[in-house]
């Protein structure tokens, strides 16, 4: 890290600058030290999170999933023994296992504050390493679209199957054709109903007025792959439009990824959505059942290393022919009830 343009981190609308010391690094990644530095505790914010005064000082609480509370504590309790030193606080912390919340006491409200901004920023370098549990999609399953998907996977693996790469194993799963919008780290049933009620919530907010209580009609067509070479590929993904050419479901998409990026429950990786359906993956060839998410990573590290590429030419050629052959390849459509 250049220590003239340190990482940023972003909490509660306010950006903090992430100092890392240096200490032997450790084996395992739950017996990390990771600490911001020693700061001036006046010059915390005071207003991005509730600090309560109380008959022996002041309080602050947190919830935190329990999955990470060993980031806070540190290895044999050094990571928490030093914000309390450091800040004058005193930190309680659940058993390992059962919910609740962690709450942080002082005699100095500025102490309170300073204990309660570094915990924020460990908790979000760490959330940040942790595999996705679940992901907002629109599903692509209808009998219509995996029947034209099996279609496409039996010529393939027919006429393709010498190629460098490909087999059956790389398709996805019919049952699971869908348009991944985010990946989202859910720890506990909390933020699990968090997202859920968030769902609904844009529901009601946007997503009826712009399809109008009604389904929208989208059209599956076309192909592009994730790289320059059509000779290596890695994904290979079905083209997703609306039939009356509008930009419904775009807007639908990019306006759901706002809205649980603002949350917290979901970071932003793009600048808008892209919407495809991804038919072929290398990841597959390790997760037969058609997992993309979850098997994409491995402790929040990415496994591309590890991938086989595939030889994709013939398929393409392939597939024009194969579209060639249909009275009409706007039958591959989903009628998707949003």
Known sequence: MDVLRPTLVRIG????????????VQQQEEEENFYTGPSDCADEPCDAFVVEETDKGFQCRVEVP???????????????KRIETETRTSISIPK???????????????????????????????????????????????PVVQEKFLQFKEEVLEKCSQDHGVSSSLFQNPAKLHLTLGTLVLLNEQEI????????????????????????????????????DPAMMDVLYAKVHMKDGSD??????????????ASGLMLREWD????????????????????EERSSTVSG???????????????????????????????WTRQAEC
Do not use: W
């Open 13 to 24: 609308g306010r950006v903090y600058r992430k100092n890392i010391i240096h200490e032997q």
């Open 66 to 80: 329990s999955p990470l509370y060993k980031y806070i504590i540190g290895k044999k309790g050094e990571t928490k």
């Open 96 to 142: 390992p296992g059962l919910e609740g919340e962690i709450v942080i006491t002082g005699q100095q409200r500025g102490g309170v504050i300073s204990a309660r901004t570094r915990i924020d920023v460990l908790l979000d370098s760490f959330r940040k390493k942790q595999p996705f549990t679940h992901f907002l999609s629109f599903a692509l399953n209808q």
């Open 193 to 228: 109903q968090r997202a859920c009620d968030l769902l609904q919530q844009c529901k009601e907010d946007f997503v009826d007025q712009i399809t109008g209580g009604k389904p929208l009609s989208v059209e599956v067509a076309g192909v592009e792959y994730m790289n320059d």
């Open 248 to 261: 419904k479901l775009q807007v639908i998409a990019d306006q759901l990824v706002e809205k649980f990026v």
């Open 272 to 291: 808008r959505v892209k919407l495809h359906a991804t038919v072929m993956n290398t990841l597959f060839r390790k997760d037969p059942s058609g997992a």
């Open 301 to 331: 590290k990415s496994s591309f290393k590890e991938r086989e590429s595939f030889n994709g030419r013939n398929i393409l050629k392939v597939l024009c022919c194969f579209a060639a052959e249909q009275e009409n390849i706007n039958d």
